[in-house]
């Protein structure tokens, strides 16, 4: 009896885990992920805006499980037993300590590891105590609940007649994730301001500065891209500073290399990720991010029947960097392990064709009207110049394609269409 386990159910781990649950079923597949539902990722800086209620948007796993006939384990990853073909289940806790599920060793016969990035501090003193990043959901609703305390303080110095203050939010890193929710805020405050928080000037009383060290803010991308992305952010009021070296952050502040200080009542820190600290214990070739070195086919350097994928992975491309960190490439990832892991589970060798990372290019969302990027191959195979409503619609269909993938065309489409409905029916930011 084969069984697979995917660790993980992420951008990557669930498309897997869905595809193959619908063709061998939930004797032969079991998905492991230490969260009860699930959000793509690429939507955390809405869950941290507001913009998106992960209560509404979040996709149970017994219900993903059930529907697309595999099995669900709730639980953290904490060990490897290579020789034996286990993984090690943490015990499951309740707030107060009690044990609700111990611990438990879970067989298989072929593993893969999807359990995807956590932020790189770069050994900053402060950053890791003082800042908020967007890992998980957790983090996206710390981030969340924070504004909003500091919003309902606002509003009740202001309504006491008393100095309304300003609040003041630095993030660090001038990636897509920082630069996709500096936009998304700036939009979120002016909508916290028409239901009376953030005063009725919401914009002027809520400052946001964003920190990049290179030249220029998404600098892995083009510079049409960089320069449209800085033109949307102007326009919308958010600061942004390039050239800047965070040297440490504080509970207040964040101290550059030149000596400039940036008040701060909340610091997020997006400037870099690394494969999460567990794998260091399991035994597996690591690169210097901590992520798992893989062969071309995703199946782990020296190891036997385990397989990675997704930002935990270090596929190497023929230019000798990494497969970058991104949904498309765990999609894709995916995509290719559910085609060999069918084959290999019906007995049957898969042909020996390397995974090969199709770059399709990058979109980065500016709020919810705007998004500006590049797209590959479209007309001439190289980086076409993207903004608007196209762009938009673009960005948008990446996340119905994951929907689509893991619930189905039929109740993907109902997703998005009570997706509409809600932003109708209730406030366009979450207010409790
Ligand atoms: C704000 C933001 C915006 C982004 N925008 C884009 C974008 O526009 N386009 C794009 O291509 N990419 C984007 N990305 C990057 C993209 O989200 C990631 O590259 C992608 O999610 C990686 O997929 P993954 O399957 O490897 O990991 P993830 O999607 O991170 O999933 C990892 C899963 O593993 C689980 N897990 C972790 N540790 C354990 C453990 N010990 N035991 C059990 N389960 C565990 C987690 O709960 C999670 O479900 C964005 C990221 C962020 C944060």
């Known amino acids: 009896m084969q069984r697979i386990v995917i660790v993980g159910g992420g951008a990557g ?31 955390l800086h809405e869950v941290a805006a507001g913009t998106l209620d992960i209560h509404a948007e979040g996709l149970s796993y017994q219900m993903l499980a059930r529907d697309n006939g595999f099995s669900f384990v ?18 499951l806790l309740d707030d107060d300590g009690t044990i609700l599920i111990p611990p438990r060793n879970i067989p298989y016969t072929s593993l893969v590891l999807a359990v995807g990035s956590e932020s790189n501090y770069f050994n900053i003193p402060g950053a890791r105590e003082h800042c908020i990043s967007l890992n998980a959901t957790d983090d996206a609703e ?7 305390k500091l919003l309902v303080r606002q509003q009740a110095a202001g309504a006491a007649g008393g ?33 009376r928080l953030a005063g009725a000037a919401s914009a002027a009383s809520v400052d946001i500065t964003l920190l990049e060290g290179a030249s220029r803010i998404l600098a892995p991308l083009t ?11 102007a326009e919308r009021g958010v600061k942004v500073i390039c050239d800047c070296k965070v040297a440490s952050v504080s509970a207040s502040a964040v101290l550059d290399s030149e000596g400039n200080t940036y008040r701060a009542d909340i610091c997020v820190w997006a400037a870099g990720i690394k494969a999460p600290a567990l794998l260091k214990d399991l035994g597996l070739p690591l690169n210097r991010l901590d992520q798992i070195e893989v062969n071309a086919d995703l199946s782990v350097k020296n190891a036997v029947g385990i397989y990675a994928l997704g ?28 085609r060999r892991l069918v084959l290999l589970a019906r007995g049957k060798a898969p042909k020996s064709v390397p995974y090969r990372y199709r770059d399709h290019g990058s979109l980065v969302s500016i709020g919810q009207e705007q998004t500006v990027g590049s797209l590959m191959g479209v007309l001439s195979g190289a980086g076409l110049f993207v903004e608007g409503l196209f762009a938009r619609m673009m960005y948008i269909s990446l996340h119905l394609m994951h929907h689509q993938a893991v619930v189905g065309t039929l109740r993907c489409a109902l997703l998005a269409f009570s997706r509409v409905l809600r932003r109708r029916t209730a406030p366009h930011v979450k207010l409790h």
Request: overall charge neutral.
């Open 13 to 43: 781990g669930l498309e897997l885990a869905a595809k193959l649950g619908r063709v061998l079923g939930p004797e032969a597949v079991t998905l492991i992920d230490c969260r009860p539902f699930h959000v793509w990722k690429p939507s």
């Open 74 to 91: 709730l639980g953290r990853l904490s060990g490897l037993n290579a020789g034996g073909c286990e993984v090690m289940v943490a015990a």
């Open 142 to 148: 710390r981030f969340r609940t924070r504004m909003l």
């Open 163 to 195: 100095d309304q203050g300003r609040i003041e939010i630095v993030i660090v890193g001038g990636g897509a994730t920082g630069v996709e929710l500096a936009a998304e805020l700036r939009e979120a405050t002016s909508i916290y301001g028409d239901y």
């Open 223 to 233: 510079p049409a891209v960089s320069s449209a992305a800085t033109r949307l952010l």
């Open 311 to 338: 930002d935990c992975a270090a596929c190497l491309l023929p230019t000798g960097q990494t497969v970058p960190p991104r949904a498309q490439a765990a999609h894709q990832q995916a995509s290719y392990l559910a």
